[in-house]
């Protein structure tokens, strides 16, 4: 019988915070069973979720309102999608855009016409509208050009696309924000804190892709139909599930790991708890099979993963070659009752990062019943406050011992302090600059922690040999300057994870593993890295339809074994006309 | 117009940052703000009543101590509003109350007291019981008393105007903490002094009205969040083409 108790992770053998935190271990993760669409998925199935159209109003170029209802079991809420026509000079992935192929937000409640005007007003404006507070969700999508005319095209002369398309570029739009929490007037993320819907960080958020990717289907099927109504057939099923939605991503995200390390906390215990969980399990013969078949299938979707950037290509051949050596290993070995501790070792000893990482995920796909548990354990109550009775010896103990990392680097080469991270006047976007070389530098965004902490160590070491019995109130009343530093230290000193264990300002670092290990647990696939500092990936491509969560499968484990998507066999091509539903 | 309580905290933070707050008073100040706002009592009104004299205020000094020992603590805010200065005195009231049950913290010379109660939200919220005073000395004379229970982040408020002014009336700028680990101190209007109540504000009142404005949304005066706009602009970079570039993909995606 599998341990499922959460309350097994103190006794549990976890990695070390010197390990797991590295940057680049970070930037090596994969989407798990973990990662928030897979919990959302599961949790629509579950529940039971049914999703239906209830406006429908476009013209033969796909442009006009879409809305669609989703009912749960607890409450009714409304996706709301709007079209338009986007000259190609004004399609721009960057924040800095201001018109988009689609905008949409998902509403709580009921949407009457009057919040429809408003939305109709505001929404396509995104962040120069003022939206309302029903408003859980404010995101848009551009249209993959290439993909979207060679879909319209095939599907309105009566044949299947070619699944290659989506082999690589594995969607029809891309998302380019999706925004929670309050921004430009909607609903603060309190607000859904207790909700039993969408409690869980970015689920709402999720599920709004998951709508945009139905929508996608539905619009280019009807742009088919409108064109070509004696020819135009629908999608196939088989297509329609390997159709994700995708994601253009840039330094906007990096500061969201740092300014919320309570939440990273948790996000990266819950997954190195199951981990540790998982490897504790005694394998069957039956589970040795099982990661068998799921490394071939995520070895065969690396294989056909598709980037232009060198770095990351490097990386997925060299996980690909690797894991026949792997396969091997599984093959030969005996089943010992410490099987995944001995592939876990095996594997730090011998493979490459993102390949180890490779593993760990799918070991956790093993175990559903240790692992599932964890998906409530991913928010934080996000509250950093100072102990100002500490003794001040105890503060600088807890940098000693919790933040020696950053203690050894030096700040003061060039290398070692070589960009900053600012907010641009051109809608706040985050960029890095290059210190000493570029303006801006005194308006900084405190993101690197390491030589704040390393400063603040040093003051508190002048402080106490003038003072050795003073309180962190007293040294703060001082100087003033280090209360954030120190609030955050005494906070997080009490956690394994928060913290990233890296120099933001070195030369070398690289951002791309900042957005990387934000979208393992977003659940991306597919990483194309642009440059270092942007990235596009894809979210639900393999992910069960609307029509199958609305249809409420009764066999869940296969709902939720839809990670590592492969490219379609060859498709029939005998479909019925478009409007109709393929059986 | 309505904004979320995310969007009035994120921009006062960025104004702050703006005028030279260090980063945690920033934060903080930003927090008092909004959480007087989302409880509607006038946080942003409050705070802009104090902005020009934020803006033209000279390089803050911390909160002095003029007096302190075990149980009490008097500190000089040194004229300067309390989103600069109280954090760090109400947290050294807060360690002699842990350390010896009770506190009592004086600042003395402080602007914008109402904005403090913010602050003393987040000491409720760490488990202490929590009472501020503090008086007007101008006509009619006007006592105000916050009080929050332990674990409670939600005050109970009262506004009075004394009638019977005592002869030594000296001009008023300061507060008084009372900081209790395991004692109560909540407002009773059961005095034989005449006074006339102006303001009430209950524990399950403020509640209900911060769920309102969770649902509904934080209304702000227009003219005052286009000037808060402006000033946090300050923290912003001017673009150029090379910045363009910090921040990644290239300006059109027609593939």
């Given at each position: 019988?599998?341990?499922?108790?959460?309350?097994?992770?103190?006794?549990?053998?976890?990695?070390?915070?010197?390990?797991?935190?590295?940057?680049?271990?970070?930037?090596?993760?994969?989407?798990?069973?973990?990662?928030?669409?897979?919990?959302?998925?599961?949790?629509?199935?579950?529940?039971?979720?049914?999703?239906?159209?209830?406006?429908?109003?476009?013209?033969?170029?796909?442009?006009?309102?879409?809305?669609?209802?989703?009912?749960?079991?607890?409450?009714?809420?409304?996706?709301?999608?709007?079209?338009?026509?986007?000259?190609?000079?004004?399609?721009?992935?960057?924040?800095?855009?201001?018109?988009?192929?689609?905008?949409?937000?998902?509403?709580?409640?009921?949407?009457?016409?009057?919040?429809?005007?408003?939305?109709?007003?505001?929404?396509?404006?995104?962040?120069?509208?003022?939206?309302?507070?029903?408003?859980?969700?404010?995101?848009?999508?551009?249209?993959?050009?290439?993909?979207?005319?060679?879909?319209?095209?095939?599907?309105?002369?009566?044949?299947?696309?070619?699944?290659?398309?989506?082999?690589?570029?594995?969607?029809?739009?891309?998302?380019?924000?999706?925004?929670?929490?309050?921004?430009?007037?909607?609903?603060?993320?309190?607000?859904?804190?207790?909700?039993?819907?969408?409690?869980?960080?970015?689920?709402?958020?999720?599920?709004?892709?998951?709508?945009?990717?139905?929508?996608?289907?539905?619009?280019?099927?009807?742009?088919?139909?409108?064109?070509?109504?004696?020819?135009?057939?629908?999608?196939?099923?088989?297509?329609?599930?390997?159709?994700?939605?995708?994601?253009?991503?840039?330094?906007?995200?990096?500061?969201?790991?740092?300014?919320?390390?309570?939440?990273?906390?948790?996000?990266?215990?819950?997954?190195?708890?199951?981990?540790?969980?998982?490897?504790?399990?005694?394998?069957?013969?039956?589970?040795?099979?099982?990661?068998?078949?799921?490394?071939?299938?995520?070895?065969?979707?690396?294989?056909?993963?598709?980037?232009?950037?060198?770095?990351?290509?490097?990386?997925?051949?060299?996980?690909?070659?690797?894991?026949?050596?792997?396969?091997?290993?599984?093959?030969?070995?005996?089943?010992?009752?410490?099987?995944?501790?001995?592939?876990?070792?095996?594997?730090?000893?011998?493979?490459?990062?993102?390949?180890?990482?490779?593993?760990?995920?799918?070991?956790?796909?093993?175990?559903?019943?240790?692992?599932?548990?964890?998906?409530?354990?991913?928010?934080?109550?996000?509250?950093?406050?100072?102990?100002?009775?500490?003794?001040?010896?105890?503060?600088?103990?807890?940098?000693?011992?919790?933040?020696?990392?950053?203690?050894?680097?030096?700040?003061?080469?060039?290398?070692?302090?070589?960009?900053?991270?600012?907010?641009?006047?051109?809608?706040?976007?985050?960029?890095?600059?290059?210190?000493?070389?570029?303006?801006?530098?005194?308006?900084?965004?405190?993101?690197?922690?390491?030589?704040?902490?390393?400063?603040?160590?040093?003051?508190?070491?002048?402080?106490?040999?003038?003072h050795p019995r003073a309180l962190v109130v007293e040294f703060l009343m001082e100087q003033p300057r280090y209360k954030e530093i120190v609030r955050r230290i005494q906070t997080m000193a009490e956690t394994a994870y928060g913290e990233i264990r890296a120099n933001l300002w070195h030369r070398d670092m690289k951002p791309m593993h900042l957005l990387r290990a934000k979208l393992s647990f977003f659940g991306a696939s597919r990483f194309d890295p642009k440059s270092d500092r942007w990235v596009r990936m894809t979210l639900f491509q393999g992910a069960p339809l609307v029509e199958e969560l609305n249809a409420e499968p009764v066999d869940l484990v296969d709902f939720d074994d839809w990670s590592f998507s492969l490219e379609p066999a060859a498709i029939d091509t005998h479909l019925p006309k478009a409007g109709e539903t393929p059986e | 117009m309505k904004v979320s309580h995310n969007e009035l905290q994120g921009l006062c933070r960025k104004v702050f940052e703006g005028m030279g707050f260090e980063e945690g008073d920033a934060a903080d100040a930003a927090d008092m703000v909004a959480w007087m706002q989302s409880y509607r009592l006038g946080g942003l009104e409050a705070l802009n009543r104090g902005l020009d004299y934020l803006l033209s205020a000279d390089t803050p000094l911390p909160p002095g101590v003029l007096y302190q020992d075990g149980d009490l603590a008097v500190l000089d805010g040194h004229g300067q509003s309390v989103l600069r200065s109280s954090s760090l005195a109400i947290e050294l009231g807060f360690a002699k109350a842990r350390a010896r049950g009770l506190a009592v913290v004086k600042i003395r010379h402080c602007h914008n007291r109402q904005l403090i109660m913010g602050y003393l939200s987040r000491l409720a919220g760490r488990g202490m019981n929590v009472t501020a005073f503090w008086r007007n000395a101008h006509a009619p004379l006007t006592e105000q008393v916050v009080c929050f229970r332990s674990n409670s982040t939600v005050p109970e408020i009262r506004v009075y105007a004394v009638q019977e002014v005592p002869e030594e009336n000296e001009p008023n700028d300061a507060i008084t903490l009372v900081l209790a680990n395991h004692i109560g101190l909540m407002p009773a209007m059961r005095s034989d002094y005449q006074y006339d109540l102006i303001a009430k504000h209950s524990e399950s009142d403020l509640m209900a009205c911060r769920k309102q404005t969770l649902a509904e949304g934080i209304d702000v005066n227009d003219a005052v969040w286009a000037r808060l706009k402006q000033l946090s602009a300050r923290i912003l970079v001017e673009a150029t083409e090379a910045s363009r570039g910090g921040a990644g993909a290239g300006t059109t995606d027609n593939d």
């Open positions: 019988m599998h341990e499922s108790s959460i309350n097994m992770a103190g006794s549990l053998r976890l990695r070390p915070a010197g390990q797991v935190m590295q940057l680049e271990r970070l930037g090596s993760l994969h989407a798990s069973r973990l990662s928030f669409v897979r919990t959302l998925v599961r949790q629509m199935a579950r529940q039971r979720w049914q999703v239906s159209c209830t406006r429908f109003d476009l013209d033969a170029q796909g442009h006009g309102t879409a809305v669609y209802r989703l009912q749960t079991p607890y409450g009714r809420y409304h996706g709301v999608i709007f079209a338009q026509p986007l000259e190609d000079s004004a399609r721009s992935d960057r924040v800095i855009a201001e018109a988009w192929d689609v905008t949409f937000g998902v509403v709580e409640g009921e949407l009457n016409e009057d919040l429809l005007a408003q939305m109709a007003a505001n929404v396509p404006l995104q962040e120069a509208g003022r939206q309302d507070p029903r408003v859980l969700v404010l995101s848009r999508a551009n249209k993959s050009l290439r993909n979207f005319a060679s879909f319209v095209d095939a599907l309105a002369e009566g044949r299947q696309p070619d699944p290659a398309w989506l082999t690589k570029v594995g969607y029809l739009y891309r998302t380019t924000a999706v925004y929670g929490n309050g921004k430009f007037g909607i609903a603060d993320y309190a607000r859904l804190q207790d909700s039993p819907d969408f409690r869980r960080p970015f689920s709402v958020q999720m599920f709004a892709v998951y709508l945009l990717r139905h929508f996608s289907i539905e619009q280019v099927e009807h742009i088919a139909r409108s064109r070509a109504p004696e020819s135009a057939v629908a999608m196939h099923p088989t297509l329609r599930r390997y159709l994700g939605i995708g994601n253009s991503t840039g330094l906007g995200m990096a500061p969201f790991l740092i300014n919320h390390p309570q939440l990273i906390q948790q996000w990266i215990l819950s997954r190195e708890s199951a981990l540790a969980m998982a490897l504790e399990q005694v394998p069957t013969e039956a589970e040795r099979w099982r990661l068998i078949e799921l490394t071939r299938r995520a070895m065969q979707h690396l294989a056909q993963t598709v980037t232009e950037d060198k770095p990351q290509q490097e990386r997925n051949l060299e996980t690909v070659a690797s894991l026949p050596e792997v396969l091997t290993w599984l093959e030969t070995v005996p089943l010992d009752t410490d099987l995944w501790q001995q592939l876990t070792a095996w594997a730090e000893r011998t493979l490459q990062l993102e390949t180890q990482e490779l593993i760990n995920t799918l070991l956790l796909e093993l175990y559903p019943a240790v692992v599932e548990p964890f998906e409530d354990q991913m928010s934080a109550d996000e509250r950093v406050e100072l102990t100002p009775d500490m003794p001040l010896v105890r503060l600088k103990q807890l940098i000693d011992t919790h933040y020696d990392w950053t203690l050894d680097h030096d700040f003061t080469t060039r290398e070692g302090c070589y960009w900053f991270w600012y907010r641009s006047i051109e809608k706040e976007e985050p960029r890095l600059g290059v210190r000493h070389q570029e303006p801006g530098a005194e308006k900084e965004m405190p993101l690197a922690i390491a030589p704040r902490v390393q400063r603040a160590h040093d003051a508190i070491c002048a402080f106490l040999s003038d | -």
